[in-house]
């Protein structure tokens, strides 16, 4: 499968890249939790949970199409579906917009799994239109009472969640509305509210979501994507009302003040993949180690 997920690439002239496994910075997304690392001088480092600040400098400086498959690592994340080290595919495409990359990120995955045909079948929806349909819920008006009720959270639930809207979506979402998707085919959901999209551009036509989607086998999500924000100032406002400051990723801002080019890009797993490819729910069954805890 990562040979198929190579050819891809190659036929498509996306130009494979190698980044460091360690930042001075964690993710710049607070809803990603990053490993830290101590040396002996006392400095400390991260993993990187994505290639995406490395891969968007070399976008700045002036590479064309770029991939990369590597290794990466989120604290807090172990399950069926989760691994704290996990392989990454993640690639950015110059110029495309929300409709070309869903296009692209589609036709990948058919290749990866060697079936063209899936391609051709995909189910389209927005992220609101999509909790109307499987919810009766609206995405800007649902209370957090509703929310609540809709995806049947009990006392303990509510007290750890408490007023977090964009965690009672994300908990909607994952229980609610995506195990209602089709079966044996993929699910493309787009334009996500514009606070669960950190580095991405807001909609053109409407800035209270943004130009990010994800796509889903059946309930599984493979692949999360958007258009990326190129504007430096909005991306430093963005950090500091969501981030400390000493966790806001500098390099990150450089790039962007350095011209970042109208791009796309796209961030998939791959033990994902391989879990569809061999008809399981349990990412175990796909990794032939697992971490201790």
């Not at 599984?220 to 400051?245: I, P, S």
Request: glycine content about 4%; hydrophobic content about 40%; proline content about 4%.
């Amino acid at each position: 499968m990562l040979e198929r997920a190579r050819q891809y690439f190659a036929a498509q002239h996306v130009l494979s890249v190698d980044t460091p496994a360690m930042a001075p910075f964690p993710a710049p997304d607070a809803n990603i939790a990053s490993f830290s690392v101590g040396s002996q001088s006392g400095a400390k480092t991260f993993l990187q949970t994505s290639p995406e600040i490395h891969m968007k400098r070399l976008l700045a400086s002036g590479y064309p199409d770029i991939y990369s498959i590597c290794r990466v690592f989120r604290d807090g994340e172990a399950g069926k579906r989760h691994c704290p080290e996990f392989t990454l595919a993640e690639w950015y495409r110059l110029g495309f917009g929300l409709p070309e990359i869903i296009s692209d990120t589609v036709q990948f995955i058919a290749a990866c799994l060697d079936r063209p045909g899936l391609a051709d079948n995909v189910v389209h929806y927005n992220y609101r239109e999509a909790f109307r349909i499987f919810a009766g819920l609206d995405t800007f008006e649902a209370s957090i009472e509703e929310l609540a009720e809709c995806s049947d959270a009990d006392a303990r639930l509510k007290s750890e969640l408490g007023t977090h809207r964009q965690a009672w979506l994300d908990l909607a979402m994952s229980t609610v509305i995506a195990p209602q998707f089709e079966r044996n085919q993929l699910t493309v959901v787009r334009h996500y509210p514009a606070d669960q999209a950190a580095l991405a551009r807001l909609c053109p036509d409407d800035s209270r979501v943004a130009d990010r989607f994800e796509v889903f086998f059946a309930d599984l999500e493979l692949a999360n994507g958007y258009v990326e924000l190129t504007d430096v100032d909005e991306q430093r406002r963005r950090f500091e009302k969501e981030l400390e400051m000493s966790c806001i990723d500098t390099t990150l801002l450089a790039a962007l003040d350095a011209g970042l080019p109208d791009c796309a890009g796209v961030a998939l797993g791959i033990e994902r993949l391989q879990m569809v490819l061999d008809q399981t729910d349990d990412i175990r069954d796909v990794v032939t180690f697992m971490a201790e805890h």
